[in-house]
């Protein structure tokens, strides 16, 4: 059920209803939304990781180089902690943000008149360019470097990597997308439908899975492949500084921060970070405290 559907219900219902059951079926209604939100979004969460390890078994781009044990437990562990305190902190996530945004009135879309496919998209393609410039933000800032820096630190590189990152950095990131969605005031659909195709494409871009070079380089011309951001995770600090997008390709090439290929080439190239080449580095614990950890 959509959001005008709800209130195609609550305003129907509407005169004839007192305060105190309006507000019971508004709640009703956003549980059964919540219900209904949680199971889409773990249907294609453990839908995209179960399709990309399958491909990576048959397929493999690289060997491993560590325990991929260690890993999938400590990459998947991180992504449980994370969600747990987004929930715990937040009363309401970017997408329940949107909904009061639309009720209240809040933000560009829902003061001028725009037609919703207009708004749909414009939206979309915000959100994209947003994760492109924080993702930017987080490699030039020292501070925000040492938060970003663990999803680094991973010596290999496949769809579990794409679920690494520092809860804190989880929670800044979620803060900026809030704040884009009060300033926009974009369709609710189109929040949900840019974090589900995030979410996907980030693990599609982190997969170790082989593609056909002329593959490649269509889908490169409009999404991120795992061969164009496997170049991000690169030893070398000049790669690493490059390949930011983790949808759309074209922010990349836009604004000068797109590399093609690594220098070693693909199945050469070392990835992570010089200063944690140690495999310890892998364990939960150490993911939870590589901020505070004063190396550089
Ligand atoms: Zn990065
Ligand atoms: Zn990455």
């Not at 690494?164 to 929040?191: D, Q």
Request: glycine share 4%.
């Amino acid at each position: 059920m959509t959001t005008s559907n709800y209130s195609l219900i609550l305003g129907s219902k509407q005169c004839q209803l007192n305060i105190k059951d309006r507000l019971l079926i508004r709640h009703r209604i956003s549980g059964a939304n919540m219900e209904n939100e949680l199971t889409i979004r773990l249907s294609i969460f453990l839908g995209t990781l179960v399709v990309i390890a399958v491909w990576e078994f048959l397929l493999p781009r690289r060997q491993a180089t560590v325990s991929r044990l260690i890993r999938w437990y400590s990459n998947l562990g991180i992504v449980v902690v994370s969600s747990a305190l987004l929930r715990w902190l937040f009363p309401i996530l970017a997408v329940g943000l949107a909904h009061l945004a639309t009720q209240r009135g809040w933000g560009l879309f829902n003061n001028f008149r725009v037609p919703y496919e207009l708004a749909f998209i414009l939206s979309v393609l915000l959100l994209d360019m947003t994760i492109y410039f924080q993702h930017l933000v987080f490699h030039m800032v020292p501070r925000l470097w040492l938060l970003h820096r663990m999803h680094h630190t991973d010596m290999d590189f496949d769809v579990t990597t794409a679920l690494r990152f520092h809860p804190i950095e989880i929670i800044l990131s979620m803060f900026v997308k809030m704040s884009v969605v009060v300033v926009l005031g974009p369709p609710v659909l189109a929040v949900l439908v840019f974090e589900l195709i995030l979410n996907s494409s980030a693990m599609f871009n982190h997969g170790n899975i082989r593609l056909p070079g002329a593959i490649d380089r269509i889908l490169r011309l409009f999404i991120v492949t795992p061969d164009m951001h496997r170049v991000h995770h690169s030893i070398m600090r000049r790669e690493t500084d490059s390949n930011y997008g983790f949808f759309l390709s074209w922010w990349d090439k836009l604004f000068g921060t797109y590399r093609d290929q690594p220098e070693q080439g693909h199945e050469n190239m070392a990835i992570g970070i010089e200063l944690f080449r140690n495999p310890k580095y892998s364990h939960l614990h150490w993911l939870l405290i590589q901020p505070f950890i004063n190396k550089r």
